[in-house]
């Protein structure tokens, strides 16, 4: 079995950008690594895409549909103003 089709490989691929997160904020790598981690899922639980080029639109379409779930999870609420009351240099 190739190596991409294991569910291990994507587990660990989401782990490594969920870390990438933890380092660099900014909700970039988070939607990637839940996106490896519900493909991970996914072939765990023996849903398996023929090839490498359709894991590949299976795991942009996750990454995708999990960045706009945030968006809309973490968003400002409608007239909401974000006002900063500290500096983060105090």
Same mark, same amino acid.
């Given at each position: ?22 380092? &660099?904020?900014? !909700? ?14 996914? &072939? ?22 999990? !960045? ?23």
């Amino acid at each position: 079995m190739v190596l991409w089709a294991q569910w291990w490989v994507w587990m660990s691929g989401a782990l490594i950008l969920a870390t990438l997160e933890v380092l &660099i904020p900014g !909700y970039i790598f988070l939607g990637f690594a839940i996106g490896a981690g519900l493909l991970g899922l996914l &072939i765990l639980f023996g849903i398996n895409a023929t090839g490498l080029a359709l894991t590949l639109v299976i795991f942009a379409v996750l990454s995708l549909l999990s !960045y706009l779930g945030m968006r809309r999870f973490f968003r400002l609420r409608q007239g909401q103003v974000k006002v900063w009351e500290t500096d983060i240099n105090d």
